[in-house]
C-alpha cells in the first residue's frame, strides 16, 4: 500500500480533488439556507454530499489496497452482479420522477447505472486483451457491442436515455483497439445529418447533400473508389435525413421532442420546455468576467434553475464565478481528460489501456453532454457533471471508474 | 492516427465551450439585465403629491389615498378567472382582455389590470389577493377636491398612456400624471420623486434580501406644495356669475401679473374626474361638442375684441402724435371713409374729442385717427407694421407665455398678412381696407387673457409683467425671470392719461354709467363684437358678443380684467355687468348691489345658445 501511494498519479488526484472541491463550495451555493448553519448538517443536501465526498475517499483507499490483479480476474463477475442489478431495480427498484433507477435505504438511494459503467469498462477491458479475440472481425465486434448492449438496453428501460447515451463512449475504446474507421464515420455521418435536418429540414438539406456527395465525386482524383460506394452514401444521407422528421414527429416522446425543439431554437416557451435552458442560459449569461462571487449570484439564490445542484450545477460556476470560473472548470476536465489519455497510452497491459480509455471516455462524454446542454448546445439529457453534480451514486461511480485506473497504472510495470 | 481521435474530440470541445462560453458571458450583455429583471423585484414607494393652494392660503386640492390591482404576467399562476373577476367587479372576459394587455405591454412588469379601488373595496381585497400568484395592490394617492370650481386651472391627474411611457422612462404603467391645467403645466413640481427599493427574490417570488444592500435604492420625496395666484373666493364668484352663459374672464392684479381669476364657462366640477369614474365623465365632457366644457375659452377662445380696443387705438395714434387731444371730430351716426363706404355709429353727443370719444364709443372718431396712423407713413404697409409693432407691445398676436398650458397667439395682422390678402402688388391696398382694425371689428383676434393683460398695462400706464398663475412652490416666492421682468409697451406714459380719463368717464357719462362701483372710481370700456357661425354651409350672423374691460381703482389699481360673454349682445348688458360685481366682490367682499347681482344670477343665454341649432329661422341682437 505505501509502495502504490508513491507511484500513484497525484496529478489525476489533484485535478479531481479541486474538480470535488470546487464542487462542492456550488452545491452549497445553490443549497444553503442560512450560513448559521453547520456544513455538516446531514439533513441538508450539501452535508450529504460532505458525507459522500468523505465516503468516497474511504472508497478509494480501499481499492487502492486491493491487489491489481482482482480487476482484471473478476472482471466478468462484477460484470453479472452489475446486470443483475440493473434486473433488479424492475423488481425492488424505487420510481422517481417516472424513472425507476434507485434503490432506495431510508432517506438515501442508490443509483446502479451509475456504477455499471465501472463494469463494463472492465468487461469490455477483459474481452478485447483476450489474445483470441480481433476487432476487425465481425463476431468479436458483435460480442464487444453486446457487452456494451446489455446494459444499455435495460438503462433504456427504466427509462434513462440520457444515462444510455454515455454508452456511446465505450467507441471510443473500441476504435482505438481496432474497430473499423466505418463505425466512427457512421456515427458522425448519423449525428451530422441529424442535426442539420433538425435545423434546416429535410427539404433542404437532401439536395444540399446530393450536390455535396457530387462534388466530393467530382473532385476526388486520387484514391477513388467505386461509384456504387457514393451512391449507398447518398442513399443512406438522404433516407436517414427523411427518417428524422419521421422520428422526431412519431417515435420519441412529446417531452424529448420538446428538447430538441428548445435547442435549434424552434419554441421558446420560456415558462414550459424551456424555462431550464432559459434560466440556464441567464444564470450563466448574467456572470460577466469574474461572476458576482460566491453565494451571491442571484439567479442561483433566488433558486431560479431546477435541478443547480445536480445536472445544471454549471450555471452557479457561470453565474458566480463567470468566465473566468467556467473556463478553469473546462481547462481543468480538459486537462484530466488529456492526463487519463496519457496515462492510458503509457500501460504495457492491453487490459489496462483498454480500461484507461474507457475511464477517459466516460468522463469525457459526460463533460461533453452535460457542459453543452447546460449552455445550450446540447438537447436537454439529465446526466451529472463528473465529481461536481451533486449524488453520491455519481460521485462514487466516477471516483471508483478512476481509481482503480490509478491503482493499474500504478502497477503497470508488474502487469503485461 | 486512431490515437488522434481522443485529443481531437477533447480539443474541439474545450474549444467550443470556450467560445460559447464567452459569447454567452462577455458578448452579450442582454442576460445580465435578464437577469436583473427576474430575480431583483423593484417595490415602489408613491410619494404623496403636493397640494394647490390659493393665493391667501386656502386649500384647493389635496390628496386621498387610491389601490390599483396590478398584476406581473409571468408570475401569474392558475387562478380561478370567475372569482377574482367578482371580487375585482369586473367580467371575467374583461379581465382575461386586461391580462393580454399586461402581457403585451411586459411580461416582466406590472401592469394595472384594474385601477383606483376605493379604500373600502380595498380592505376587502387585501385579504383575500394573497390567493392570487402574481397579482398585488399598489397604494397611489388621488386627489381630493376642496372645490367646485377651477376645473380648467387645475386640471386633472389620469394614468399615462403608453406613449408616454416610452417617450420619458420616468412614467411607467399605472403611474398617474398631471393633463391640462397646473396639473400638467407644473407636473414634475407636484408629483416628487418615486422611491424604490430593490429586492432579491426567489423563484416561489419571494423576497430573500435587499439587493446589493439597498445601493439602488431611493428614497420618495414628497411633491412640492403651489400656491396659485388664484383668489379662490373670487374664482366661485366668477364662475358662479358665468353660470348658463359662455365665455371667460381674466381678472390679473396689474401691478404683479398675478392672475386672481380664469374663468371659462361652462366649465365642470373637478371631483368629476377623479378615481374610477374618471374615464367615463371624461369621454362625457369630452364629446359634449357643443358646449366643450373642456375647453378653456379663457385662454382658448378668439374674438374680435371690439370696442375696447379703441383704447389702444388712442394710445397709438397718440404715440404717433396723428391727433391733438383737444382735436374735435364730428360724428353724424358714421364715417364715410370711401365712395359708397360707411362705418356707421351709435347715437351720442357730438363732436367728441379723446377723453369723450372713449366714453362715448365713438366710431367715427377711432377710424378717422387710426387712418392718419397709419397714412402717416409712406405705404400703408409701413403704417401698419408700425401699428402692429405698438400692438404687440401690448402682448397682443402672442402667446404671452403664462404658464398653463393651452393658448392661442390670436391675430394681429401685419403687412404681409395684407399683401397677401388683397393680393398685392397686382392690386394696390391702402389704410381705408384695414379701416375696422380700429374698432376692434377687422381682422385683429383676441384671447381673453390677452385682452384682460393689455388692459393691465393702461391701468399700469405702459407697463406689464406676463400673466402668471404660481405665486409660491413649497413656501418660496417664484423669482423666475419670465415673470418678474417688466414688459415695457411702446406707449409714453403721458399718453395714458386722457386714455384712463375716458374709460373712467365710460362710468359717469358713458356706455357703463349704470354700472358705477359705489365708492370705486372703476375705469372701463364696453364693446361689442359681431360674429357668425355656419348652418348648413351657410355663414349666419349670430347675437353680438359681449365685451368689457375695466380696472380700478383709477389711481393705483388693483384689480384689471377683461370679460366675454358670448352672443351677450351690448357689452354693458353681460359682460359690464359681471366686471363690476367682480370688482366689488374683489376689492369690497361684500356685493351691495343685489338687484344688479340677482339680474345677472337669474338671466341666461342658453335661449340664444339655443337658437342655432334649433333648425328654424331666429332673430339676433334683440
Keep these: 500500500m505505501p509502495k502504490t501511494l508513491l507511484q500513484i498519479d497525484w496529478l489525476t488526484i489533484l485535478i479531481i480533488a479541486i474538480l470535488i472541491g470546487f464542487g462542492w463550495g456550488n452545491i452549497y451555493s445553490t443549497t444553503f439556507v442560512s450560513p448559521d448553519e453547520s456544513i455538516l448538517d446531514l439533513s441538508k443536501i450539501y452535508g450529504k454530499q460532505l458525507l459522500w465526498i468523505f465516503l468516497g475517499a474511504l472508497i478509494g483507499i480501499v481499492i487502492l489496497a486491493l491487489e491489481s490483479k482482482f480487476f482484471e480476474r473478476f472482471a466478468n463477475v462484477i460484470y453479472l452482479f452489475a446486470v443483475l442489478s440493473l434486473l433488479g431495480l424492475f423488481a425492488f427498484g424505487k420510481t422517481i420522477a417516472g424513472q425507476t433507477a434507485w434503490y432506495s435505504f431510508g432517506s438515501f438511494s442508490i443509483q446502479p447505472a451509475e456504477f455499471v459503467k465501472v463494469a463494463v469498462a472492465l468487461a469490455l477491458a477483459k474481452y478485447i486483451s483476450d489474445l483470441d479475440n480481433d476487432l476487425s472481425r465481425f463476431k468479436s465486434q458483435l460480442i464487444a457491442f453486446t457487452i456494451i448492449g446489455i446494459p444499455l438496453a435495460l438503462i433504456m428501460l427504466q427509462p434513462d436515455a440520457g444515462s444510455a447515451l454515455i454508452y456511446l463512449a465505450f467507441l471510443i475504446p473500441l476504435y482505438r483497439e481496432g474497430l473499423p474507421h466505418f463505425y466512427i464515420s457512421i456515427g458522425f455521418l448519423t449525428a451530422a445529418i441529424f442535426i442539420l435536418t433538425l435545423k434546416f429540414g429535410f427539404t433542404l438539406f437532401a439536395p444540399i447533400f446530393g450536390v455535396l456527395i457530387i462534388i466530393v465525386y467530382l473532385f476526388n482524383k486520387k484514391n477513388k473508389p467505386k461509384l456504387w460506394k457514393y451512391a449507398l452514401i447518398s442513399l443512406f444521407g438522404i433516407g436517414f435525413s427523411y427518417s428524422v422528421n419521421f422520428i422526431l414527429n412519431s417515435v420519441l416522446l412529446p417531452h424529448q421532442k420538446d428538447r430538441f425543439d428548445v435547442l435549434i431554437g424552434e419554441t421558446n416557451d420560456i415558462k414550459g420546455s424551456a424555462f431550464n435552458l432559459y434560466q440556464s442560459e441567464v444564470a450563466i449569461g448574467s456572470g460577466g468576467w469574474t461572476g458576482k462571487g460566491w453565494l451571491k449570484g442571484s439567479q442561483t439564490q433566488g433558486r431560479f434553475v431546477p435541478e443547480q445542484h445536480t445536472d445544471y450545477i454549471f450555471s452557479t460556476v457561470g453565474e458566480e464565478w463567470g468566465f473566468m470560473g467556467t473556463s478553469i472548470v473546462v481547462i481543468l476536465f480538459t486537462l484530466l481528460i488529456l492526463r487519463l489519455f496519457h496515462l492510458a497510452e503509457r500501460q504495457k497491459s492491453q487490459f489496462s489501456r483498454v480500461y484507461g480509455y474507457s475511464v477517459m471516455s466516460v468522463i469525457f462524454v459526460h463533460f461533453f453532454v452535460n457542459v453543452a446542454m447546460v449552455i445550450g448546445l446540447f438537447p436537454t439529457v439529465g446526466i451529472p457533471l463528473p465529481f461536481f453534480s451533486y449524488g453520491g451514486s455519481g460521485l462514487w461511480g466516477f471516483l471508483i471508474l478512476v481509481i482503480i485506473f490509478l491503482k493499474l497504472d500504478a502497477k503497470r510495470k508488474s502487469l503485461n | ?622
Design chain 2, 1 to 622: 492516427m486512431r490515437k488522434l481521435l481522443p485529443i481531437i474530440l477533447v480539443s474541439f470541445t474545450a474549444f467550443l465551450f470556450l467560445i460559447r462560453l464567452f459569447y454567452l458571458q462577455i458578448m452579450d450583455d442582454s442576460y445580465d439585465e435578464v437577469s436583473t429583471n427576474i430575480s431583483v423585484r423593484k417595490v415602489y414607494d408613491y410619494p404623496q403629491r403636493g397640494y394647490i393652494y390659493d393665493r391667501n392660503g386656502e386649500l384647493m386640492v389635496g390628496n386621498q389615498p387610491a389601490y390599483d390591482v396590478m398584476a406581473v404576467p409571468l408570475e401569474v399562476k392558475e387562478f380561478d378567472t370567475l372569482e377574482l373577476a367578482s371580487l375585482l367587479k369586473l367580467t371575467p372576459d374583461r379581465l382575461k382582455t386586461q391580462l393580454e394587455r399586461a402581457w403585451r405591454y411586459s411580461p416582466r412588469l406590472a401592469s394595472v389590470i384594474t385601477p383606483q379601488l376605493t379604500k373600502k373595496e380595498y380592505a376587502y381585497l387585501q385579504e383575500r389577493m394573497h390567493k392570487y400568484q402574481g397579482f398585488y395592490i399598489q397604494k397611489r394617492s388621488l386627489r381630493d377636491y376642496n372645490v367646485e370650481h377651477s376645473a380648467n386651472i387645475l386640471g386633472y391627474i389620469a394614468e399615462v398612456g403608453q406613449g408616454e411611457i416610452s417617450e420619458k422612462s420616468y412614467y411607467q404603467s399605472g403611474d398617474l400624471k398631471g393633463k391640462q391645467g397646473v396639473e400638467e403645466q407644473y407636473e414634475e413640481v407636484l408629483r416628487g420623486e418615486r422611491g424604490v427599493k430593490h429586492y432579491l427574490r426567489d423563484i416561489h417570488n419571494k423576497n430573500i434580501k435587499p439587493f446589493k444592500e439597498g445601493k439602488f435604492d431611493t428614497v420618495s420625496k414628497k411633491g412640492s406644495d403651489l400656491h396659485l395666484t388664484i383668489d379662490a373666493k373670487l374664482q366661485a364668484y366668477g364662475e358662479k356669475l358665468m353660470k348658463g352663459k359662455r365665455g371667460g374672464i381674466v381678472v390679473i392684479e396689474p401691478s404683479t401679473g398675478e392672475i386672481l381669476s380664469l374663468v371659462t364657462a361652462p366649465s365642470y366640477d373637478p371631483d368629476l374626474l377623479v378615481g374610477r369614474k374618471r374615464s367615463r365623465n371624461f369621454t362625457e365632457l369630452y364629446y359634449d361638442t357643443i358646449q366643450k366644457p373642456l375647453y378653456n375659452r379663457a385662454l382658448q377662445a378668439i374674438y374680435a375684441p371690439g370696442s375696447p380696443f379703441k383704447a389702444l387705438t388712442g394710445l397709438v395714434a397718440l404715440q404717433e402724435s396723428v391727433v391733438d387731444l383737444e382735436e374735435n371730430f364730428r360724428c353724424n351716426g358714421g364715417y364715410s371713409y370711401a365712395r359708397g363706404v360707411r362705418m356707421g355709429c351709435h347715437n351720442h353727443p357730438s363732436p367728441v374729442q379723446m377723453v369723450t370719444g372713449i366714453a362715448h364709443s365713438c366710431n367715427s372718431y377711432f377710424a378717422q385717427i387710426y387712418r392718419r396712423t397709419i397714412e402717416k407713413y409712406n405705404t400703408p404697409q409701413k403704417g401698419i407694421d408700425v401699428w402692429r409693432g405698438h400692438m404687440a407691445s401690448f402682448g397682443l398676436g402672442d402667446y404671452l407665455g403664462y404658464d398653463l398650458p393651452v393658448g392661442r397667439a390670436g391675430l394681429l395682422p401685419d403687412s404681409d398678412y395684407y399683401n397677401r390678402a388683397y393680393r398685392y402688388p397686382t392690386y394696390q391696398w391702402y389704410a381705408s381696407a384695414t379701416l375696422s382694425n380700429a374698432i376692434g371689428q377687422g381682422e385683429v383676434l383676441t384671447t381673453p387673457i390677452q385682452l384682460a393683460n393689455a388692459t393691465a398695462a393702461i391701468a399700469n400706464k405702459g407697463w406689464f409683467y406676463r400673466p402668471h398663475i404660481i405665486k409660491k412652490i413649497d413656501d418660496e416666492s417664484i423669482k423666475e425671470e419670465k415673470y418678474t421682468t417688466k414688459q415695457v409697451t411702446t406707449i409714453d406714459k403721458e399718453h395714458f392719461n386722457p386714455i384712463i380719463q375716458g374709460m373712467h368717464d365710460v362710468f359717469n357719462y358713458g356706455t357703463a354709467k349704470f354700472l358705477r362701483v359705489p365708492g370705486i372710481e372703476v375705469c372701463g370700456k364696453t364693446g361689442t363684437s359681431e360674429n357668425y357661425t355656419k348652418i348648413d354651409g351657410e355663414r349666419v350672423q349670430l347675437t353680438d358678443h359681449s365685451i368689457f374691460i375695466a380696472f380700478a381703482p383709477k389711481d393705483d389699481p388693483k384689480i384689471a380684467l377683461a370679460v366675454f360673454v358670448e352672443n351677450g349682445y351690448w357689452g354693458s348688458r353681460y359682460a359690464g355687468r359681471i366686471s363690476s360685481l367682480m370688482i366689488e366682490k374683489y376689492l369690497k367682499d361684500e356685493i351691495e348691489r343685489t338687484d344688479l347681482e340677482r339680474w345677472i344670477l337669474s338671466n341666461t343665454l342658453e335661449e340664444e345658445y339655443a337658437k342655432p341649432y334649433s333648425g328654424e329661422p331666429f332673430k339676433i341682437n334683440q
